[in-house]
């Protein structure tokens, strides 16, 4: 199995930016496309974006789109979210999660590995 490990939360002010990196203990991560999702407290894990094993067409939530880019190092078996222009209601914890299976996009079942999280909060 693939064990995936997200960094680069934080504490930010409004307006701030965050880069949160995904880390794979293998290389075959970079034939899974990856997802990103994030659970705020009592709230449903919501999807944020998604990007292809090769990097290709990346997809975003609304909520999220033209303030999130997701991007990948298949030589470092690294995926990344860069976060621009948060807001408060961005805070939350960060998942990211991979899957075996192309064309896969929003559906939180579809994704096979899950990391442990990594916290953004975000200060109006």
């Known amino acids: 199995q693939v064990q995936v490990v997200e960094s680069g939360g934080g504490l930010v002010q409004a307006g701030g930016s965050l880069k949160l990196s995904c880390t794979a203990s293998?290389?075959?991560?970079?034939?899974?496309?990856v997802g990103w999702f994030r659970q705020a407290p009592g709230k449903e894990r919501e999807f944020v974006s998604r990007?292809?094993?090769?990097?290709?067409?990346?997809y975003y939530a609304d909520s999220v789109k033209g303030r999130f880019t997701t991007s990948r190092d298949n030589a470092k078996n690294t995926v990344y979210l860069q976060m621009n222009s948060l807001k408060p209601e961005d805070t939350a914890v960060y998942y990211c999660?991979?899957?075996?299976?192309?064309?896969?996009?929003?559906?939180?079942?579809?994704?096979?590995?899950w990391g442990q999280g990594t916290q953004v909060t975000v200060s109006s």
């Open positions: 293998e290389r075959t991560f970079s034939n899974f496309p």
């Open positions: 999660a991979c899957a075996l299976r192309p064309g896969v996009v929003v559906r939180l079942t579809d994704y096979d590995y």
């Open positions: 990007i292809s094993g090769s990097g290709s067409n990346p």
